[in-house]
């Protein structure tokens, strides 16, 4: 629709500049927020600010706009230097003009000093700057508190937190004192201060922050279904955090409770809430609750979130896990291989992720007494060592001990020793490795009588 409004828009008027740049505004942010297409948006975004640049360069409070817009794209990007580099454009424009008495109130001023008398002028000038102070602090405060908010998100996401917390700060002071009724805002740069304050290791006033934070959600934005969740897990999250296991609980039943009440199609992170409730369950020692938690997590992220294999891994790790800990080694098994197969169908060359599982899967087979599977595990993860990490990293060293003892347990001794010597001249480069040496002396030493 605002592409064929801009066509219809050139092909009628190509002079009016300002509906141009409205225009285009419009589309970049339609791009962003609606069609996620940021090199779309940053090319609308950007003739804007080339039309005003070039016919408006006084429109400086419009320019910090356009430029707050590209901010927000290159954050989406995660192009974190380009963004604060235009969020800090931005708060420079606002902060000269609404620093100074700009030419369009110099220019009223003196057309009424042609038409009134001199007490009068003077009346109305103070009545003018009082009022143009007052809306253009107002207006400027708004804008330059989206401006750090911006910033703030933007050091949030580089692990700068003490940079993320002054900002949200001075966003929030700007805010309450310009518009404190933009709810969203304010509850933004709450939530922003509580996460910094978390990664301080604050917890408490972490807390404390984001329990302000939800009860404006609760208050002013009851609709706000999705942040009431975000910030329930927030809270959830900070108490599992100080071993507070059971308010941790409560937090994060509440937000699943919220979720299952309202709409299932609901795009907030449940799976992440799903997952917090079954590891305090499983850290007081419950091993079926978990279970149920984590295959909800799991069949989510398969449904809802197909892309993000990470957090698929990370949902059937879990069940594996507790089908291990459980000695439910073919289940274990199961969901041991589904993360496998997802990774190395998602792996980066030159990363490595898979020996992880590979080692878990030869761990279990070793369990099970089956030796030969175990073995092909071992192989495999050494292969995947040797093309990754340096010939005497302590991890090399370790698949090398586990071919050796699989090699000893099948009864193929000069196997089982030349593994063991390969790892002890490994082990002997780690100076953190001392028990692991010691102990393949011994098994060098039995397997050499």
Same mark, same amino acid.
């Given at each position: 629709?605002?592409?064929q409004g801009?066509?219809?828009f050139?092909?009628?008027?190509?002079?009016?500049?300002i509906?141009?740049v409205a225009l285009?505004?419009n589309?970049g942010?339609?791009q962003l927020d609606v069609?996620?297409?940021?090199d779309k948006?940053?090319?609308y975004?950007q003739q804007a600010?080339t039309? &005003?640049?070039?016919y408006?360069?006084?429109?400086?409070v419009r320019?910090?706009?356009i430029l707050?817009?590209m901010?927000r794209?290159?954050?989406?990007?995660?192009r974190?230097d380009?963004?604060?580099d235009?969020?800090h454009r931005s708060?420079n424009?606002?902060k000269?003009?609404y620093?100074?008495n700009?030419?369009e109130?110099?220019s009223?001023?003196?057309?009424y000093d042609?038409?009134?008398?001199?007490?009068?002028?003077i009346k109305h000038?103070?009545?003018?700057?009082?009022?143009r102070k007052?809306?253009? $602090?107002?207006?400027?405060?708004?804008s330059?508190?989206?401006n750090?908010?911006?910033?703030?998100?933007?050091?949030?996401r580089?692990n700068?937190?003490d940079e993320?917390?002054?900002f949200?700060?001075?966003?929030?002071?700007f805010?309450?004192?310009?518009?404190?009724t933009?709810?969203?805002?304010?509850?933004?740069? &709450?939530?922003?201060?509580?996460?910094a304050?978390?990664?301080?290791k604050k917890?408490?006033?972490?807390?404390?922050f984001?329990?302000?934070?939800l009860n404006?959600?609760?208050i002013?934005c009851?609709t706000?279904?999705?942040?009431?969740i975000e910030s329930?897990?927030q809270?959830?999250?900070?108490r599992r955090?100080?071993?507070?296991?059971?308010?941790?609980?409560d937090?994060?039943?509440e937000?699943? $409770?919220?979720y299952?009440?309202?709409?299932s199609s609901l795009e907030a992170d449940?799976p992440?809430t &799903?997952t917090?409730?079954g590891?305090?369950?499983y850290?007081?020692?419950?091993?079926d609750g978990?279970?149920n938690?984590?295959?909800?997590?799991?069949n989510?992220?398969?449904?809802f979130y197909? $892309?993000?294999?990470?957090?698929i891994?990370?949902?059937l790790n879990?069940i594996?896990f507790?089908h291990?800990?459980?000695q439910?080694y073919?289940q274990?098994?199961?969901?041991?291989e589904?993360?496998?197969r997802i990774?190395?169908?998602n792996?980066?060359?030159?990363q490595l992720t898979i020996?992880?599982?590979?080692m878990?899967?030869?761990?279990?087979?070793?369990?099970?007494?089956q030796?030969?599977?175990?073995?092909?595990?071992?192989?495999?993860c050494l292969?995947m060592?040797?093309?990754?990490?340096?010939p005497?990293?302590q991890?090399i060293?370790?698949?090398?001990?586990?071919i050796?003892?699989?090699?000893?347990?099948?009864?193929?001794?000069k196997?089982?020793?030349?593994y063991?010597?390969?790892?002890l001249v490994?082990y002997?480069q780690?100076p953190?490795a $001392?028990?692991?040496r010691w102990t393949?002396?011994?098994?060098i030493a039995?397997?050499?009588?």
């Open positions: 629709m605002y592409d801009l066509l219809m050139r092909k009628l008027n190509l002079s009016n500049h509906l141009a285009l505004a589309i942010n339609t069609k996620n297409d940021c948006a940053l090319y975004h600010l039309i &005003l640049e070039t408006y360069p006084s429109y400086l320019i910090a706009e707050n817009d901010g794209v290159f954050f989406r990007q995660q974190f380009e963004a604060l235009f969020y708060i424009l606002l000269e003009y620093s100074c700009n030419d109130t110099i009223f001023l003196r057309n042609n038409i009134l008398k001199h007490d009068e002028f000038h103070e009545q003018v700057l009082i009022s007052e809306n253009g $602090t107002t207006r400027g405060n708004t330059i508190g989206s750090y908010n911006g910033i703030s998100h933007v050091h949030r580089q700068q937190f993320a917390f002054d949200a700060q001075q966003s929030l002071t805010t309450e004192k310009s518009n404190p933009n709810y969203r805002r304010i509850t933004d740069n &709450l939530s922003n201060i509580s996460e304050l978390m990664h301080q917890f408490d006033e972490a807390f404390d984001e329990q302000k934070a404006i959600l609760k002013h009851p706000k279904i999705i942040k009431i329930l897990n809270m959830g999250n900070l955090k100080q071993g507070k296991n059971n308010e941790a609980y937090l994060f039943q937000a699943l $409770t919220i299952e009440k309202n709409s449940i992440y &799903l917090s409730l590891i305090i369950k850290n007081q020692g419950d091993y978990p279970l938690y984590f295959n909800r997590a799991a989510m992220r398969k449904e197909s $892309t993000n294999c990470s957090q891994i990370l949902s879990w594996a507790i291990y800990q459980t439910s073919d274990a098994i199961e969901f041991y589904q993360c496998l990774d190395e169908a792996s980066i060359p030159g020996d992880k599982f590979l878990k899967l030869s761990s279990i087979k070793r369990a099970q007494l030796y030969e599977s175990s073995l092909a595990y071992e192989l495999n292969l060592r040797e093309k990754v990490l340096p005497n990293h991890d060293g370790e698949s090398l001990n586990n050796g003892s699989c090699y000893e347990h099948l009864n193929q001794r196997l089982a020793l030349d063991y010597k390969r790892a490994v002997e780690c953190l $001392t028990h692991d393949i002396e011994l098994k039995e397997l050499s009588i």
